[in-house]
């Protein structure tokens, strides 16, 4: 992804002085004057549901007792989760996410499952003692853990997040996550500026610390990895969901949150799960729309904003709290490439491009609900170009926040689903 | 330049005369295999060894061969070839050992080695011409006397003179002759050499025992014999109807004895019997009772034609004395130390007339690679197979060479131009992968295997008179193929099976390998001991291994 977005730049000096000059008087016109209205939301209610820890030893335990006992008695154990793709989810626009279908994979021991038999077995047991010592391990880390096991290590990062997927999967139906298993991701979750408050506690003190998302300065808050625990205030009116750090840079050095009272979200390419759940939290927390801002490309279309919205086939056992089901596609559509005169800003598409477009009309469930996103993309593969964020500075640096994302917002009922 | 006067018919005529055979081969002895120094040597051995090999087997005695190489001078040396054959009566010593073209074989309908009778008396005449000396012979038959000769060739006459004749009292065998003769050559090692001649020798005559020495050698190496009893004497029989050319009908029309065509045709040829004799003549438009000295070459291409278009049964195949199976796997094992051995025989067939039989064998991979065993209760063990000690030339090369093709016809290695031999050919028209063996389109397959291909037949249709390399016939290829194709058969299920082996050692190992791990996951989840992680991983190998047979 990076470098696609690193060609643009050249292209705004051949924006002509008149209309330079017409963007930067029209400036200062929209400031929105609406009543700010307080929103709170607490903690999420999931991270005080029950003893999830006491769960997560149970489920462990459960799983190599019952190794144990098939084994003893003579026959091959196995263990049994979820198939985790695409194939093996369902789209209901009444639940609004990507639903497990059932179907199971079966891990018997075998010859040729007898590593990943026993490399899940140990990653069972550093999950265990992790839980019971309130330790974590990030996903790199327990990799690195394995390099003391011997000939069961594993040779590749790769290999260890499959597995701990496959744990994952294996306890999702008891709510057990990653997260609750003490394995965290090291990538920190996207970046967030505007009127938000987030409330975190202290790890050590337990005190309340207080981030004040529009006090961050050229700065911005992080998004923890792990967000359950948080609490919030607000008295924006939307978020907008953005996909690069570029365009997220211009609005926030604008001060286009505060012009538009909302919140900023940069995603960074496909949102990390920590970045979905807070998104998640404060939508439904504090009943605000989010709207998505991305390219106008199939990667920003099938994989950034489907994700966001209703999860990913990967990670099906989780997308229940893991996705943003209210989501809104704002732009780019292959429709404002025609509305905002980006024809010549636009690339052509590669059959890397081709290739996933065709592939979500025929196999993406989510996309196949909605008849809108249907003709969208077909429409996008029948121009055969696609075009960036970044491109409206065809029109002059800020025409993005003075024209395209006013009027975009200005209509909201012809976002796409 | 300037303009040269043409000669006449009578000028030319002057110039005109008879050449001798003797002087037509010493002029183009490189059609007979001396075309140079290291093979002249190989093909003197080898003239003088098949004539043993013959003699012995043609008198019903285990043919025991001494062959020596004596260096003398940097590029001379002194060839012996000395067998317990029964000897040659003195009058025919100078025919046969001094005179080209003469022998019992050219003349026979019998398989044999040697077919013209030229290379025993070439080597000596090569020997006259390169050194000087024309060769020495010693021979003594059960009831003579031991006579000691010395011979020089008349290259003008095809003919030899004895220059001197001792008579013994004493040899040191019962019978036998020993042959002696010094050339002009090059001794050396590796492929194609003597020491590959004769090893493949000892190969398709396991009834033989050769004693060689060659220079660099410490002592005589020994060839033991595998199988103590001579092969069956083929029977001789009259050419096939199918195998005779036009020039060769005319010429035995010519030289009958019979006086109607019915009967010569009865006479002379083998499967003709009055009925196929009258189809013949009918189809020919002849009368039965024409004089056959008398048929002109017109009617003598009619004659040929209707023997072609009348159908005539095969000829019979007791002429044939293949070399039989066991035998085949018995002189493998005996030269070619494998961890596999396969052999196929066809039935007989015919080419041109000529009845033969294919046989092959093949020998499969190195011992003294890593072997596998599965014992009774399927456990598969790893055991180092110890090399067999093997002084002489390894016939088996590594997995990622071409696999070694040795050729025989008549139970005589064929060393050179392999490449243009029909054996060659049909072992690379043959799908060796169906069988295991990598093979790239139209070349020979690869593995550490041997093949070994002979024709038994009264007739081998040699490209050559060096008689190196085999004619690619259609029926013989034929042959050769669904020969290759059976031995070819056995050997795919053997390399399976090892594969298979070796597959599912390779799988335990793996299951031995993680195994453990299972257990230590288990016991730091559940807290139980080492004892009964022990028992579970036990269990547990017993468990995977038993859905695991072979």
């Known amino acids: ?417 | 330049m300037a303009k040269k006067a043409h000669l006449n018919a009578e000028q030319m005529a002057k110039t005109q005369r008879e050449i001798s055979v003797s002087e037509f081969f010493a002029k183009n002895r490189h059609l007979l295999g001396f075309d140079n120094q290291r093979k002249a040597l190989l093909t003197t051995i080898k003239e003088a060894v098949d004539n043993s090999l013959d003699a012995c087997e043609e008198a019903g005695i285990l043919p025991s061969i001494l062959v020596e190489i004596h260096q003398l001078e940097e590029d001379r040396y002194r060839v012996v070839i000395e067998d317990n054959g029964p000897g040659i009566v003195k009058a025919q010593i100078p025919n046969i050992f001094g005179k080209l073209l003469y022998g019992s074989k050219f003349h026979s309908r019998r398989q044999s080695r040697g077919q013209q009778g030229i290379g025993i008396s070439a080597a000596g005449l090569y020997g006259q011409m390169t050194c000087g000396k024309g060769p020495r012979i010693w021979s003594k038959t059960k009831r003579g006397k031991m006579h000691a000769f010395e011979m020089q060739m008349d290259l003008t006459k095809n003919k030899a003179l004895i220059t001197k004749d001792e008579e013994h009292k004493e040899w040191h065998q019962k019978e036998g002759t020993r042959f002696e003769i010094d050339i002009e050559a090059t001794y050396q090692r590796g492929l194609r050499s003597v020491d590959d001649y004769i090893k493949q020798t000892a190969v398709s005559n396991p009834h033989a025992e050769l004693r060689y020495l060659a220079p660099g050698m410490e002592e005589v190496r020994v060839y033991e014999r595998a199988i103590k009893v001579v092969p069956e004497r083929a029977d001789e029989i009259k050419p096939h109807p199918y195998g005779v050319e036009l020039g060769e009908l005319m010429k035995m029309l010519r030289n009958t004895n019979s006086r109607w065509l019915s009967g010569f045709l009865q006479e002379e040829f083998c499967r003709v019997g009055p009925k196929v004799a009258k189809g013949i003549i009918k189809e020919a438009g002849l009368g039965e009772r024409s004089y056959p000295t008398r048929i002109a070459r017109e009617e003598a291409n009619k004659l040929f034609r209707a023997i072609q278009k009348t159908k005539i049964s095969a000829p019979p195949t007791t002429c044939l004395s293949p070399i039989g199976e066991e035998r085949i796997k018995e002189g493998l094992m005996k030269e070619c130390d494998a961890d596999f051995y396969a052999v196929a025989t066809r039935p007989p067939a015919v080419y041109r007339g000529n009845p033969f039989q294919i046989e092959v064998g093949i020998a499969w991979g190195k011992p003294g690679d890593d072997r596998l065993e599965v014992d009774k209760t399927g456990r598969i063990t790893k055991t180092k197979k110890k090399r067999g000690t093997t002084d002489t030339e390894d016939l088996l090369g590594n997995a990622d060479e071409a696999v070694r093709v040795l050729r025989f016809a008549n139970r005589v290695p064929l060393l050179f131009q392999q490449a243009g031999c029909g054996f060659t050919k049909a072992v690379t028209q043959t799908a060796w992968k169906n069988y295991g063996l990598s093979q790239s389109k139209g070349a020979l397959p690869v593995g550490s295997a041997v093949i070994f291909i002979h024709m038994a037949s009264v007739w081998v249709p040699f490209t050559s008179e060096a008689k190196e390399a085999i004619a690619p016939y259609p029926e013989i290829l034929k042959e050769v193929k669904l020969a290759l194709q059976e031995a070819g058969r056995k050997l795919g299920v053997h390399i399976r099976k090892g594969r298979k082996v070796a597959s599912e050692f390779q799988k335990r190992s793996y299951i031995e390998k993680y195994l453990p791990h299972v257990g230590i996951g288990l016991q730091e989840i559940l807290g139980i001991d080492n004892e009964e992680r022990e028992e579970l991983v036990e269990t547990l190998r017993d468990s995977m291994e038993s859905t695991r047979k072979i």
């Open chain 1, 1 to 417: 992804m990076a470098a696609k977005k690193t060609t643009k730049k050249k292209a705004t000096k051949k924006v002509t002085k008149k209309k330079v000059a017409k963007k930067v008087a029209a400036k200062k016109a929209p400031v929105r004057k609406t009543k700010a209205k307080l929103r709170k939301a607490g903690p999420a209610e999931r991270s005080g549901r029950k003893d999830l820890r006491g769960v997560a030893l149970d489920s462990i335990q459960e799983v190599a007792e019952d190794v144990r006992k098939v084994a003893a008695a003579g026959r091959l154990p196995d263990m049994t989760m979820p198939q985790r793709n695409l194939a093996n989810v369902t789209y209901d626009r009444k639940a609004g996410y990507f639903e497990l279908k059932g179907n199971m994979k079966t891990r018997t021991l075998d010859v040729n499952s007898v590593k990943t038999f026993a490399q899940t077995l140990r990653l069972m047991a550093l999950a265990k003692e992790m839980v019971a010592d309130e330790d974590f391990a990030t996903k790199r880390e327990a990799y690195y853990v394995s390099k003391n096991w011997g000939d069961a290590k594993f040779n590749e990062q790769r290999e260890s997040d499959t597995v701990l997927d496959d744990i994952e999967g294996m306890f999702s139906m008891k709510e057990v996550t990653r997260e609750t298993l003490r394995f965290v991701p090291e990538e920190h979750g996207g970046s967030v500026v505007g009127n938000l408050i987030v409330v975190d506690k202290d790890p050590e003190t337990g005190e309340d610390i207080r981030s004040d998302c529009a006090a961050m300065g050229s700065g911005a808050y992080t998004v923890p990895s792990s967000v359950d625990h948080l609490a919030f205030e607000t008295t924006a009116e939307f978020v907008l969901a953005i996909e690069t750090g570029g365009m997220f840079q211009r609005l926030n050095h604008h001060r286009y949150w505060r012009t538009a009272n909302c919140i900023l979200v940069e995603m960074g390419g496909v949102p990390t799960r920590a970045t979905r759940r807070f998104v998640r939290r404060i939508a439904e927390g504090l009943k605000l729309p989010v709207y998505a801002f991305v390219d106008c490309d199939p990667y920003g279309i099938c994989n950034i904003y489907r994700t966001l919205k209703v999860g990913s086939g990967q990670a099906a056992h989780v997308n229940r709290d893991f996705c943003v089901p209210t989501a809104q596609f704002l732009g780019v559509t292959p429709q404002d490439i025609i509305d905002f005169g980006l024809e010549d800003a636009t690339h052509p598409l590669q059959p890397v491009d081709i290739k996933r477009a065709k592939d979500a009309l025929k196999n993406d469930p989510f996309f196949q609900a909605y008849p809108k996103w249907k003709k969208a993309i077909n429409q996008m593969l029948k121009m055969g170009v696609r075009a960036e964020q970044q491109a409206f500075a065809k029109w002059g640096l800020n025409f993005v926040i003075e024209e395209y994302l006013p009027k975009k917002i200005a209509a909201t009922k012809n976002f796409l689903p």
